[in-house]
């Protein structure tokens, strides 16, 4: 029996528009995660916040204060051959897994191969995309070129008994050629939030034969999330007025790309947790598009929030400042209130989002207790 599709799937048009922007940036490719040792990265328990967070002057950078993933079970028990739905982008369509000793996660921020390490099956992944970082899978063979272009004869090499992906990693068409070597090929479906990161554990469980597993990461996701958006709402201000105004921009120089991400891209997801004011959804921004230099203005963010590889792409603050000067016409930009974070974290909407979110407040509310940026 084929499983049955647990949740609405994420709108098309959101998976066109990234896939887009990846492929548009190809040259680029994610910077690594941010990782420090001893004190460097702390706590919001820790962690000191400042009076007035719209008042803060100078960039912030968020880090994880751990990269690991911890399997939320070990040896899960699993029931193959698995008959599950796939999301495909044409219609979803029936796929049998019969084997999962040799296992890839393709998407645009890492998310399926964390979550894949999250149910206890880190030790089958035998190749990885380019977001793909946290320890234990830097040395896993890259899979991907020029940024996120899945190379198909690198992945058929590998000889892998499933691939999961999302289509946000493309082109499109390299990914089903996969199923004509005769690789099962599962597509998930999920949204940029903390119940899309909670439907990603089932579905990867459903493909994996591991449904309990997706059960346990599901519900642990949900407790840990929950308890540190308790947490920062605790330090953050609670009046309108005194609340963050952030946007989130992504940012690819080479391409010169510039995208604002408004409503449904999982920015404002973040920003909401962090209790902060979405600018973009206050002016009707929806989607990933290109910026525009009226919207950042008539937005006037007291906060930008970046990719730590983007910012770099572009020649950092000052370049661009100097690229984009509406940007510097904004609060943030004058005060240079600008926080980044490894472009595999901030939008990773798997096993981490507690511990991202967590980095995410240190840097807002507390910069003095964040690493120092750069």
Request: proline content about 7%; aromatic content about 4%; some cysteine.
């Amino acid at each position: 029996m084929t499983r049955p599709i647990r949740s609405r799937p994420a709108p098309r048009a959101a998976l066109a528009a990234l896939v887009a922007i990846a492929l548009l940036a190809g040259c680029s490719t994610a910077a690594p995660h941010s990782t420090t040792t001893g004190s460097a990265a702390v706590s919001l328990t820790d962690a000191t916040p400042v009076a007035d967070p719209r008042a803060v002057e100078g960039p912030s950078t968020a880090v994880l204060a751990d990269d690991t993933i911890e399997p939320v079970v070990t040896d899960a028990a699993q029931s193959l051959p698995a008959t599950v739905t796939s999301h495909d982008p044409a219609g979803d369509t029936p796929v049998t897994v019969t084997s999962t000793r040799r296992v890839i996660g393709l998407d645009l921020a890492g998310s399926i191969a964390a979550t894949i390490a999250g149910l206890g099956f880190a030790d089958r992944l035998v190749g990885r995309d380019v977001s793909t970082t946290f320890p234990g899978a830097e040395s896993l063979p890259l899979v991907t070129t020029d940024g996120h272009a899945v190379n198909s004869e690198s992945i058929i090499g590998l000889r892998p008994d499933l691939v999961i992906t999302d289509g946000t990693i493309g082109p499109l068409d390299v990914v089903l050629q996969l199923r004509d070597a005769g690789i099962p090929v599962v597509f998930v479906s999920t949204e940029p939030t903390l119940r899309g990161a909670q439907e990603l554990a089932h579905q990867v469980a459903a493909a994996l034969g591991a449904d309990a597993a997706g059960d346990t990461l599901a519900a642990d996701l949900a407790s840990r999330t929950r308890s540190v958006v308790d947490r920062i709402a605790a330090i953050a201000p609670t009046t309108q007025d005194a609340r963050v105004r952030i946007a989130f921009l992504y940012l690819r120089g080479g391409s010169g790309v510039y995208y604002l991400f408004g409503e449904g891209s999982g920015a404002d997801e973040l920003i909401r947790d962090l209790g902060g004011v979405d600018v973009a959804k206050e002016i009707g921004w929806a989607g990933m598009r290109p910026m525009t230099d009226e919207a950042l203005i008539a937005a006037d963010p007291d906060l930008i929030l970046l990719m730590t590889g983007g910012l770099a792409s572009v020649g950092g603050i000052d370049g661009l400042l100097a690229a984009k000067p509406a940007v510097g016409l904004t609060a943030a930009g004058k005060h240079r209130r600008f926080v980044d974070m490894a472009d595999g974290d901030i939008l990773s909407f798997g096993p981490r989002l507690p511990e991202v979110l967590e980095a995410l407040a240190v840097a807002v509310y507390a910069p003095e207790d964040a690493p120092a940026h750069g």
